[in-house]
């Protein structure tokens, strides 16, 4: 008798848990859940501009529409935000890396002063650095690059009017405001790094390549795996940098380059369709959950073993 | 006693709920229009029509909207929180009527209020036969120009345009600057070509041969333009170093901040090779009355009428180098002395073109942008055209 009242005080202890958190979990769900909700739901009407607010349930349609389109800017988009993606976290994580390991280089003085420069681009708002790029660098004009070009007598040129121009020029913009994040989880990892293990190395006779690549990578990949992750989602739907330095309204390139978020964006804001650009959104929040959802459970995995 | 208390917030929710359907009966009413516009022009509409009205107890309020097409698309339907009736620019009109949130202007405006008006201003708010637009303004592009810059006489051709430009560039200076990727301001050549962006069946003109002609014309101009974009040739500019531009009344006050003395000349002064003149786009700015507002719609049609007076129309146009729709101002000294409304005046009688008002004309930009870069560019122009042609018609589709 005396367990199962044990038993009930624990279960009512545990249930009370729930009441607390109810709040917040509410919140959760109005801020997180339903908006997800709304839009799978919306994707599945025909919301445009001929149906604003007489819009009916039309089924997938509008995700048969997305992928049945071979020659569609839907699939374009998708592989270019794949390459996207792919170059950025290649980049990103190789100067990300090269910059921890320099700021960790034993006996270096400047470290502190260093790393508040390299953290600039993080304390910037994005959309001050984006146009001071597209002005103060691209433009050929008054920008950098037609500095260059002129200085080497050539003929100044607008690197944001060619796709692949635009394509470089965005990917060098965006590894420039995404390194200080990775980098300071990165010199965090380096830092925690159990110093007996360097001088062990050390007396094993390693150098600095040696103790790199035998003693700081190993350590420091489980800890900025999941950082890694998240900067590659964040890369795959990235945004206002492709926009803003090629389709901003009244300020467009006519590069064409296109990711998958600013094909979605396109097609709500300039076609007026709400139903495909929710049918778009949903296939990318899919994409990511789904990738995401793998490299947990595999984290997990590892975690129990 | 609990149950006493409901009374008293029960009556005061009543009373706010039917807040909303007072003011008609003869209380005072408040009107609220949205704009993106001047600030001071818009205050001084709203305040012209408040004193005019202040024996009603009527009065209006403007609004400025960042982005106001996004928001009107959003509260079209919002009685609560949208305007009563808002300003902006014709070429919108065919997506809001299309969405179902705009009221006929017919039933604001009598017909002898809108027979007051310049016809075009009027029939380029019309859709699929329905007017929507209560015209206040017409506004094209003219080629600005520094005075203390600008060599010699102006050219009477584009030819002589480009000429000129030729020769400045040579010399180490820039003669006339466009946005010449830029649909909006490319579009004299295009439309002056017989060439067009999208037609009445909403069928895009990329690949017309004439569009074709127009803008391997506007392209001989880019090497002559800098790099054609925004930032760089109004810059350019307004440095002082740049002889002129191609630009609109909006660009006025930033003219007069920087310093410049301006002069203005029209597009349909320049004639083209093949014996047309140089033909833009024509904005028509106005307001365009909400359906929900139907319960206010005395008020409304009184406070449209007191900003279409002369009086107005003539502040506007000296204040603001606004070139009047009422056709009775027209003729007034202090309009017509006014060099830019004066111009524009001359462009919209010679060759402008109203800017599309169908809903497809909005996903238009970007695929015409793109094909004018290609041929900028020097790519091949036919294969250009096939393929942004095809992406409009994709873009057209993709509205439905």
Known sequence: MKGTARNERKRRYENSAYFYVAAILLLVALIVVFPIGYTVYISLTNMNLYHWFDFEFIGIGNYIRAFSQANSEFLSSLGLTILWTIANMVLITLVSLVLAVLLNVKGFKGRNVYKTLLMFPWAVPSYVSILLWRIGIFNGEFGLLGDIARALGSDSFYILQSYWGAFFASLLVNVWLSYPFTMTMMDGALQSIDQSLYEAARLDGAGFWRTTFNVSLPEIVPIVAPSLLMTAFMQFKQFDVVYLLTLQKGAQTGAGLQTIITYAHTTAFESNNYGLSSAISTIIFMLIALLFSRFAYREAKEGRN | ?400
């Open chain 2, 1 to 400: 006693m609990k149950r006493l208390a409901i009374i008293p917030i029960a009556a005061f929710l009543a009373a706010t709920a039917l807040a909303g359907c007072t003011t008609e009966q003869g209380g005072p009413t408040t009107l609220t229009f949205w704009h993106d516009n001047d600030e001071a022009m818009m205050n001084y509409l709203a305040s012209a029509a408040t004193d005019a009205l202040k024996d009603e107890g009527i009065t209006v309020e403007a609004v400025k909207k960042s982005g106001i097409q996004d928001q009107i698309k959003l509260y079209g339907n919002d009685s609560s929180n949208g305007p009563d009736f808002f300003f902006g620019a014709h070429d919108a009109i065919g997506a809001y009527a299309e969405m179902g949130i705009l009221a006929g202007i017919e039933g604001y405006a009598d017909a002898t209020t809108l027979g007051s008006f310049l016809d075009s201003t009027v029939d380029a708010g019309e859709y699929k036969g329905t007017k929507y637009l209560f015209p206040l303004y017409a506004e094209t592009n003219l080629l600005f120009y520094n005075k203390d810059l600008w060599k010699g006489e102006m050219p009477t051709t584009t030819d002589g345009l480009l000429a000129y430009n030729e020769a400045r560039v040579k010399e180490g200076g820039y003669g006339f600057l466009n946005q010449y990727n830029d649909t909006y301001n490319a579009a004299p050549w295009i439309n002056g070509y017989g060439g067009f962006v999208i037609n009445e069946e909403a069928t895009p003109g990329i690949s017309d041969a004439k569009t074709k002609e127009g803008a391997a014309y506007n392209a001989r101009f880019a090497p002559t333009m800098s790099d054609g974009t925004y930032d760089t040739i109004t810059n350019l500019f307004l440095e002082g170093k740049a002889d002129g531009i191609l630009a609109g009344p909006w660009f006025v006050s930033s003219v007069k901040d920087a310093g410049i003395d301006c002069g203005y000349v029209s597009l349909s002064r320049f004639e083209l090779p093949n014996g047309e003149v140089l033909s833009p786009y024509e904005g028509v700015q106005g307001f365009a009355v909400m359906k929900y507002a139907e319960g206010k719609k005395d008020a409304i049609s009184k406070a449209l009428k007191a900003m279409a007076t002369v009086e107005v129309a003539t502040d506007l146009a000296k204040n603001y180098n606004c070139t009047p729709a009422l056709e009775a101002a027209s003729d007034v000294a202090e309009v017509t002395s006014n060099e830019m409304v004066k111009e524009t005046q001359y462009t919209i009688a010679e060759s402008a073109v109203p800017t599309p008002n169908i809903p497809e004309m909005g996903v238009m930009w970007t695929p015409f942008t793109n094909f004018l870069t290609a041929v900028n560019k020097g790519e091949n122009i036919d294969e250009a055209a096939t393929k942004y042609q095809a992406d409009a018609v994709q873009a057209i589709e993709n509205m439905h």
